[in-house]
């Protein structure tokens, strides 16, 4: 039989094995970024612990890729055109250069232009030769 003192040991230890499992999800998690040249797609994929998610997503016929500061919450988010009025957001950031890491992969794995809009008015487009 259990007495009083041995319920809370179980109750820690039950608490010490749920936040062991929870910080190893939050390590385990990752984002891969596919890029396919030739039919202009990219490709999501998200696993835990090694298992996928979800269905991959998949973007084709990519028309460029922007950066783009959202001055009301102070993050960065990275899209995705498809047309000129089109877009997916991808991720977001509250570095811009996490940001630019993400969106010049995609951009030169994709080889289509990158728009930075991060200045409000002033966007500006990414030369190609410094996405490389």
């Given amino acids: 039989m259990f007495y009083y003192g041995r319920i ?25 970024v596919y890029t396919d040249l030739k039919d202009k797609k990219v490709r999501f994929n998200f696993t835990l612990f090694g298992i996928p998610l979800c269905k991959d997503t998949v973007f084709e016929d990519v028309k460029y890729v922007s950066v783009y500061k959202n001055h009301t919450d102070r993050d960065f ?13 991808i991720s977001v950031y509250l570095d811009s250069k996490q940001a630019f890491k993400l969106a010049t992969s995609i951009a030169a794995g994709l080889e289509v232009d990158l728009l930075d809009a991060t200045e409000k008015g002033n966007f500006i487009w990414v030369e190609k030769e410094k996405l490389k």
Wanted: proline share 3%; net charge positive.
């Fill in 8 to 32: 809370w040991h179980a109750v820690y230890f039950i608490t010490a094995v749920f936040f062991l499992f929870v910080c190893a999800a939050g390590v385990t998690f990752t984002k891969r």
């Fill in 77 to 89: 988010e990275v899209n995705i055109y498809l047309t000129e009025t089109k877009k997916k957001p």
